[in-house]
């Protein structure tokens, strides 16, 4: 079993930036992909990043492209996400995720294990 817990949330005005982090614990996550996802009250959970083992490959939803960016420390076993460029339309639950392939991270059905989630709410 791996555990996942999301901090760096919080309430930031729109332009503004957050990092978000994530730190596994538990049975080793070794090969695992990272990602993240949110959910914004009365909307679907959708894929927001994700990163491979080795760091060299990246995913990113098209809403968030160019301003945000993931990254990794296996070293630290914690990933991160870099929040820029805040909308309030960003605001939503961040949830970490890990997932056994890269290929198919952004399903939500090829997660394996999820953090509790971590508020983020940009105001306008």
């Known amino acids: 079993q791996v555990q996942l817990v999301e901090s760096g949330g919080g309430l930031v005005q729109a332009g503004g930036s957050l990092r978000l982090s994530c730190v596994a614990s538990g049975r080793t996550f070794s090969g695992y992909a990272m990602g993240w996802f949110r959910q914004a009250p009365g909307k679907e959970r959708e894929f927001v990043a994700a990163?491979?083992?080795?760091?060299?490959?990246?995913k990113y939803g098209d809403s968030v492209k160019g301003r945000f960016t993931i990254s990794r420390d296996n070293v630290k076993t914690t990933q991160y996400l870099q929040m820029n460029s805040l909308k309030p339309e960003d605001t939503a639950v961040y949830y970490c995720?890990?997932?056994?392939?890269?290929?198919?991270?952004?399903?939500?059905?090829?997660?394996?294990?999820w953090g509790q989630g971590t508020q983020v709410t940009v105001s306008s």
């Open positions: 990163i491979s083992w080795s760091g060299g490959s990246t």
């Open positions: 995720a890990a997932a056994r392939y890269m290929d198919t991270v952004v399903l939500l059905s090829s997660i394996r294990y």
